[in-house]
């Protein structure tokens, strides 16, 4: 049965599989279903070797894309990716940035293309599941809007995924995560004072949250997919955070659930719920 199921994740940037899919991607994959990551952009906007910023001196786009590239595919093989397919179009930047407004920048390629270009792939994948970002949701980067608008797009005009989810991590999730670190006696970044209308976003997405997958047995592989885009995170307080506060916290990954035609009950804990035999998720070692 696993056999003839797909998951699809519909993402921005190289590394975004991994930090918020990289355990359900590992999870399914291990469970014989067929794992599509669809990679928007090449990721020029990255850090370039030694940490270097777009506009700096020594950051070269091209250079950064085929970086990126190489470490995407190399995140793919710890994770089991069945199917990598990369959509190619030129990384936005930051929502403050000025590269947004390129005419070439993902986020302004019209959402007809994308969307259409993503159903190209739903037909030839047949994904019963789709997974994509909250489009409404805190993070405003422009490219992880689109990508999501796109997804959701093309899941509607196809028909083909019976079940749609958005990424929601629990705000709560991560309260936690900051102050242990800080307990530990990590060196993290200063924070500016919370911004109360985003504080209240994040709030009432984690009300919204339908779907919690136990992906513990593979969050060693979630960060070692992580710690592959090396270009970008080398440096990062991510790789400080204590194992035992890391399993606590990040060994779940949360969703919301935006459609759904099998008509299964919520909250539920395995994405293909109602898509295969009652027991089939344990069957395969899920939870």
Known sequence: MASDLTLMAVHAHPDDEASSTGGVLATYGDQGIRTVLVTCTNGEFGDAPGGVKPGQ????EQAVAQLRLAELRQACKILGVTDLEP???????????????RPGAF?????????????ALMERYRPQVVVTYDAAGA???PDHVHAARAAAAAAAGTGIPAKLYLTAMRFSDWQKVWQALRDAGVDVPDRQPPDPEIMQQMAEAEQRITTTVDIRPVLARKRDALLAHASQIQDSW?????????????GKETFIRASDSTGTAV?????FAGLRPPGGAAAHGAS
């Open 267 to 271: 909250p539920e804990d395995d994405l």
């Open 57 to 60: 001196d020594g950051h070269d």
């Open 139 to 141: 993070y405003q980067h």
């Open 87 to 101: 959509l190619g179009y030129h990384d936005s930047g930051m929502p403050d940035w000025d590269y947004k407004d």
């Open 238 to 250: 991510f790789s400080k955070i204590p194992p035992d506060i890391a399993e606590a916290t990040f």
């Open 107 to 119: 986020c302004n390629v019209p959402l007809a293309e994308v969307a259409g270009r993503i159903g």
